[in-house]
């Protein structure tokens, strides 16, 4: 009876043996292949259309003689569109630079000031009379900029920037008529003094953000400050002359896009990973 039982127990034992050598075994999985991204070259162009909003800090100008320098009573600026372009590099995700050419349309100037009439009756010195001025001027600026990316959310890469350069300013001929302040209607001759033209040193500061159109084009919404140095304004005529103006700031509000050469970034092709198959019970 011992000797049976323990025949059956060696049958099973081989027995189970050889259905456990029957199991397949699947093949290790293999890692992943290595994605590879085609990088842009960084070199990009942009364009920008705004509106500035100027202000002009004040002008003065000799009067009667080179010793007697004035500021003119009232000196405005009118408001007007800003046009410009550039070329820039990528460096790195936080950092970028480029030039850029910016026109700024012609802007009317209209000032006044207070006097004596000349052509205003027989004792022109008795004639109180208040001169009529104006002009316009026209600007391009050539400008070196840095700029600070903030960081990417969604769409959205905020940024902030400055940038030196310089701006030359064209004023028109100034023409200036002096009316009588009791008779408005009673007035001397006008008088054209030349309008000057003048390389100016301009720095900038910016914010705005960038949003993605597309892996090449960036849609850029931003403000800047420009800071233009004071320069020659008219010349002399009649006694008058000649005029400076101190300086002006213009406020813009801006956009623009920007195009990237060299291709968008993109994930070579990656075939799906290898399914382990179940295992095979022979």
């Known amino acids: ?3 049976s039982i323990i025949g ?3 049958t099973l034992l081989v027995g189970t043996s050889a259905f456990s050598a029957d199991l397949y075994t699947p093949e290790p999985v293999q890692p992943a292949p290595e994605v590879t991204v085609a990088q842009s070259s960084g070199w990009y162009l942009r364009g920008d259309v705004g509106y500035a909003f100027t202000k002009l800090r004040g002008a003065n100008y000799f009067q009667g003689s080179n010793s007697s320098l004035v500021d003119f009573d009232r000196a405005t600026l009118g408001d007007n569109f800003t046009l410009g372009g550039g070329v820039g590099y990528q460096i790195n995700n936080y950092l970028r630079t480029d030039l850029t050419f910016d026109y700024l349309f012609k802007s009317d ?4 000031t207070k006097g004596n009439c000349g052509g205003c009756g027989p004792d022109f010195t008795s004639v109180p009379a208040t001169s009529r001025d104006l002009a316009s001027l026209t600007a391009f600026s050539l400008l070196a900029n840095a700029y600070v990316d903030l960081g990417t959310y969604g769409i959205f ?5 400055g940038g030196l350069g310089g701006t030359y300013v064209k004023w028109s001929n100034l023409k200036n008529t002096s009316c009588s302040d009791a008779n408005p209607d009673s007035c001397d001759g006008s008088v054209t003094h030349n309008g000057r033209g003048s390389w100016r040193f301009t720095y900038a500061l910016m914010a705005g953000t960038s949003i993605d159109l597309s892996c090449n084009l960036k849609a850029d919404v931003g403000y800047r400050y420009r800071h233009i ?3 020659d304004m008219f010349g002399f005529a009649e006694n008058g002359g000649p005029g400076y103006d101190k300086g002006l700031n213009l406020h813009e509000a801006r956009i623009g896009a920007r ?7 993109t994930a070579s092709y990656m075939p799906p990973a290898d399914i382990p198959a179940q295992p095979v019970y022979k």
């Open 1 to 3: 009876m011992m000797k």
């Open 109 to 112: 100037f209209k000032g006044s």
């Open 8 to 10: 059956a127990l060696a």
């Open 229 to 231: 140095q004071g320069g």
């Open 259 to 265: 195009y990237t050469f060299g291709g968008c970034q």
């Open 157 to 161: 890469t905020p940024y902030v920037g």
